[in-house]
């Protein structure tokens, strides 16, 4: 009787809550969602959404398509308040408690438009799991370094990133072939030999976001990280802006132009809420002298023409199409011109590039997005001799006219699809999957004439001569495809799975990339944020190194003191059916704190290990056999970095950074049929390792309107190796170092009104210091100048004018 009472008890407790439940499913929820878009109607994710009570105060971000929701709010009367850096503050005071309510944030501007617009102030951001750094447009035009008509150059005061002397990136001590490069979302990384080529005018750039650890699994084939740029777009009102449209002289041999690099932007609608239009025309004109070469030997002409046209049409409250053309030309009559290659010894250089884009962005009901694109860039390369004379090289440099005449051309076609769609399960999560269809070719010719490298006394050292190298194509298929969550498993936890695949028609290998990473917020004032993160990245097959055997071979005869010569033959050679794909296993431990006066530090350590490298390899000793391309490479990347970040208001910032690492491989050249060292592979650092390293740039409020700006870099030098007259290595890359860099750019800037329009005005002193920077190094040992560092960098200085329309 007992047991059918607790039985009978226990049936009733379970229909009681069952009508509870039930009930409250009945009871109709009040939800209001906030949906957040800008000037343009593109949603925008991770803004921060407070609704402030009589009582309390809630909190919500953005999602990928700019909704975030509140549920059953109190009908009591709310404050909303609405910012992400980089926009204005979007604030109400009062707002409906259910319904779905519309939010336009305006992008910040150089000239405010309204005397009552704030600032969002910089918070740490809770849906941030990837490591990223960021320079938006108006840092960049803040920012004084030199060669500011180069948008790659300012890239160096981002905490992670080192620039070579050739301007080229290497993220996180990567090479910079291991870093996907985007622009509007679209690879635009030279599709043979990975360099970032294309060039965008610095006032056309809305943002540089840089992602070097803990990345989505929908961002593969760069190991070493991720460099997006995104562009601008018109708006409602007509913009028009112009940059350094004066030319500058200089004294160095009597008077004489020194450069002129113009840059002009226009923008607006084409029909008022529905279509808008950005262009940014940018030029360049560099008159390079070297004072102390030879006249006739001392000059080099260099001239550049850039322009991205990019268009945006809403066609329905649910559709947006972008599309974009980017158009480069270069032209240098003496490339690589220097105190150790004399204007006769170099080539004329003339390079072109192409980069065309339309996407589309479908939004479905349910907040789930689906994104089509298609791309095409195309990267033309053409260097010939300035004439026949025979090259020579001498330990005090080379003499003569170049000895190759080549042409490349690579291209890539590029399809991508990306879908997303929010889900409810213990947590909220945003799954998104989609895929990528590459197709890459690269067509060489290259025709050679012979090298004489000398001894001392003038008598022959080395003679190499070259055959083949006739038209080649190489071609490439990549197909790409992701899945990828974010799991909010609680309100401060974030949790990112994700899994990758890739596919070439090359390594013909099906590669799975697993991922994850997550993000947890210690204290619910937000202030302090820990994540950390493990993933398998592959790097894209390097076409470069596919077409080296096409590309011709080399004899090479040693004129030894006393001995009879030696001859040996020099090719390149793959086996595709044994090569495999680069993998990079990458993990990381961050930190990130908001400390009094509004000062933001971030600690983090990264280790990157890198196994089945490519490179070429001398698999029966270097006596002149085949190079063959093997997967024996294994980098080493760690570092510890430590941000510091200040930010005022109407624009003004100072941050710094410094960088404990160290970049090394097991096999460190990187052999070619025209960069060629006569020593098997060996061990040390790469030519960008800087073990120690600090950065800080900042604009700063100075007095009757006139702003300060400065940056700062100082580093260890970079490393190199020694060789002596045939080419031969004697010290290996560490031994030797540049010596200690230092710079330190200090410019001041008038903002003034005049004839109706607004102005800008700087000009300061780049390397105020002088300090004594070389970029090229005597390295042959046999050489009176052995050790012998040249072009400097000195200290110069430069102004700029900007025109920035009317309000």
């Given at each position: ?9 226990g ?28 000037e343009?109607s ?8 407070l ?10 971000e ?11 709010l ?29 939010v ?27 490591s ?72 056309a ?63 607006g ?32 002409t ?5 322009n991205?046209?990019?268009?945006q ?31 006769l010894t ?15 962005q ?15 860039d195309?990267y ?20 003569g ?8 051309n ?47 006394d ?5 003679l ?6 006739g ?23 974030l ?23 997550g ?16 993933g ?8 470069f190194l ?31 059916n044994?090569?495999?794909a680069?993998?990079f ?51 080493r ?7 510091f ?30 960069n ?16 120690n ?17 400065y ?8 490393p ?5 007259d045939?080419?031969?290595?004697v ?30 005005l ?28 040249s ?9 700029r004018?900007?025109f920035?329309?009317?309000?």
């Amino acid at each position: 009787m007992r047991t059918f009472c607790r039985s009978k008890l226990g049936l009733s407790l379970t229909l009681i809550i069952a009508l509870v439940q039930f009930l409250h499913s009945q009871t109709p929820q009040r939800v209001l969602e906030i949906a957040v878009l800008d000037e343009n109607s593109v949603p925008v994710a991770a803004a921060r959404v407070l609704l402030q009570g009589p009582a309390q105060s809630i909190r919500c971000e953005t999602d990928l398509v700019g909704r975030c929701h509140f549920t059953n709010l109190s009908l009591s009367a709310w404050q909303l308040r609405v910012e992400k850096e980089g926009f204005y503050v979007f604030a109400l005071p009062a707002v409906q408690t259910s319904g779905t309510l519309e939010v336009v944030l305006t992008r910040q501007k150089e000239i405010r438009e309204a005397v009552d617009v704030v600032e969002s102030s910089p918070a740490i951001d809770p849906s941030q799991v990837s490591s990223q750094e960021q320079l938006s447009g108006l840092d960049i035009i803040n920012i004084p370094y030199p060669n500011t008509r180069d948008y790659r150059y300012a890239l160096n005061f981002i905490p992670g990133i080192v620039l070579d002397p050739s301007a080229q990136p290497h993220l996180a001590g990567a090479e910079t072939h291991q870093t996907l490069v985007l622009l509007d979302g679209f690879n635009v990384t030279q599709p043979a030999n990975g360099q970032l080529l294309v060039r965008v005018s610095t006032d056309a750039l809305r943002t540089v976001n840089v992602e070097t650890s803990r990345l989505p699994a929908r961002d593969g084939k760069g190991p070493a990280g991720v460099l997006g740029l995104e562009t601008g777009i018109g708006d409602d009102h007509l913009r028009f802006a112009a940059t350094n449209f004066f030319p500058s002289f200089q004294n160095k041999k009597g008077w004489a132009l020194d450069k002129v690099n113009p840059r002009f932007t226009v923008s607006g609608p084409i029909e008022k809420g529905r279509i808008w239009f950005f262009d940014g025309l940018d030029g360049e004109y560099d008159n390079v002298i070297i004072p102390e070469l030879l006249p006739g030997e001392d000059t080099d002409t260099v001239w550049r023409l850039g322009n991205l046209a990019n268009l945006q049409a809403n066609l329905t409250s649910r559709d947006i199409v972008t599309t974009g053309l980017l158009i480069n030309r270069f032209h240098d009559d003496h490339f690589k011109f220097s105190t150790l290659t004399p204007a006769l010894t170099t080539p004329e250089d003339t390079e072109n590039v192409y980069v065309a884009a339309i996407k589309e962005q479908h939004s479905f009901s349910g907040e789930r997005l689906l994104e089509l694109g298609f791309a095409f860039d195309q990267y033309g390369l053409r260097q010939v001799p300035a004439g026949t004379a025979p090259y020579v090289l001498t330990p005090e440099g080379a003499q003569g006219n170049y000895y190759l005449h080549e042409q490349t051309n690579a291209r890539r076609w590029q399809t991508i699809m990306n879908f997303y769609a929010p889900r409810q399960w213990h947590g909220r999560h945003d799954l998104m999957f989609g895929a990528d269809l590459d197709r890459l070719s690269y067509h060489q010719f290259f025709q050679r004439s012979s090298i004489s490298s000398l001894n001392e006394d003038r008598s022959l050292a080395l003679l190499s001569v070259f055959f083949g190298g006739g038209p080649s194509t190489t071609y490439n298929t990549e197909a790409s495809a992701y899945l990828q969550d974010r799991w909010s498993l609680m309100p401060r936890l974030l949790i990112e799975p994700g899994i990758r695949f890739d596919w070439d028609e090359i390594i013909r290998r099906s590669l799975f990339s697993p991922r994850l990473a997550g993000t947890y917020v210690l204290d619910n004032s937000g202030n302090t944020k820990i994540s950390a993160g493990v993933g398998v990245v592959y790097q894209s097959t390097n076409l470069f190194l596919i077409a080296a055997p096409l590309a011709g071979s080399r004899n090479d005869t040693f004129y030894n003191s006393g001995n009879n010569p030696v001859s040996f033959l020099t090719s390149f050679a793959i086996d595709r059916n044994r090569l495999e794909a680069p993998r990079f296993l990458n993990w990381s431990l961050a930190l990130e704190r908001k400390l009094p006066a509004q000062i933001f530090l971030k600690a983090e350590f990264l280790q990157r290990n890198g196994t089945h490298g490519f490179v070429f390899n001398t698999p029966g000793g270097f006596s002149g056999i085949n190079f063959l391309l093997q997967n024996t490479r294994q980098d080493r990347y760690h570092s510890f970095k430590v941000d510091f970040r200040r930010t005022f208001q109407k624009r003004f910032i100072v941050t710094a950074s410094y960088t404990r690492s160290s970049s090394h491989s097991n096999q460190v050249f990187d052999y070619s049929l025209d960069n060629l060292i006569f020593s098997p592979q060996v061990p040390g650092p790469y030519p960008w390792d800087a073990p120690n390293r600090f950065i800080s740039w900042g604009l700063l409020p100075l007095v009757k309107g006139f702003d300060v700006g400065y940056s700062l870099e100082a580093r260890t030098g970079f490393p190199f190796a020694v060789i002596n007259d045939q080419q031969q290595l004697v010290e290996p890359p560490g031994d030797h170092r540049f010596p200690r860099y230092f710079t330190l750019n200090l410019h001041l800037e008038k903002r003034f009104h005049a004839l109706g329009f607004y102005w800008a005005l700087r000009g300061g002193f780049d390397n105020i210091t002088n300090h004594q920077n070389p970029f090229v190094v005597n390295n042959d040992i046999n050489s009176p100048q052995f050790l012998q560092f040249s072009a400097f960098d000195r200290r110069a200085f430069t102004a700029r004018i900007r025109f920035l329309g009317r309000k």
